[in-house]
């Protein structure tokens, strides 16, 4: 609440401070008050220095311009893992590598969505490897699509590996 009352004091007080007068005391002591006085003499202070930001213009985009250029005839493909490839690996770490033809239009603001025994992994982007950290063992499938601006699946491929795991023995 006191920040609140700071800020309106200091909005307002330029105004409050129209007059600024100074006069020396008998002792030597200079005084400076917003009270007139005799024998005082008028400060001019030069204006406090403001600041008007330039009015800010809103781009957005509008849905034609995002659909302008023509949907790409997309083609994908998960090259690593390989279809019912089975993987040894004890640590579960798994590195998914995908092929795209013709290249990702990022002026259309089209994406790959990379999906894990059906769920979404993170966020669609741009990139075509992917890497899984410790995956149980088991049967997996992974799902790749390009998808448009507007969620419109535009390409997917999809594959099943398994993954092998040494058992612990205690």
Do not use: C
Request: aromatic share 8%; proline share 7%; hydrophobic share 40%.
């Amino acid at each position: 609440m006191r920040v609140i009352y700071l800020i309106f004091l200091l909005l307002f007080s330029s105004q409050v401070l129209a007059a600024i007068y100074r006069w020396v005391e008998p002792d030597g002591t200079v005084v400076f008050s917003d009270e007139e006085r005799p024998g005082a003499e008028l400060i001019e202070l030069p204006p406090s220095a403001t600041y008007s930001p330039p009015e800010v213009q809103q781009i957005t985009q509008t849905e034609s311009e995002t659909d302008s250029s023509p949907v790409p005839d997309y083609q994908i493909s998960i090259t690593a893992p390989a279809a019912n490839e089975s993987i040894w690996v004890n640590n579960g770490d798994v590195k998914v590598t995908l092929s795209i033809e013709p290249a990702l239009n990022p002026d259309r603001g089209d994406a790959i969505q990379v999906y894990l025994d059906g769920q979404a992994v993170g966020e669609p982007q741009a990139s075509t490897s992917y890497q899984f950290t410790n995956l149980s063992r088991g049967s997996h499938q992974i799902t790749a699509k390009i998808i448009s601006a507007d969620d419109k699946e535009l390409a997917s491929d999809n594959i099943v590996f398994h993954l092998h795991r040494a058992s612990k023995l205690n």
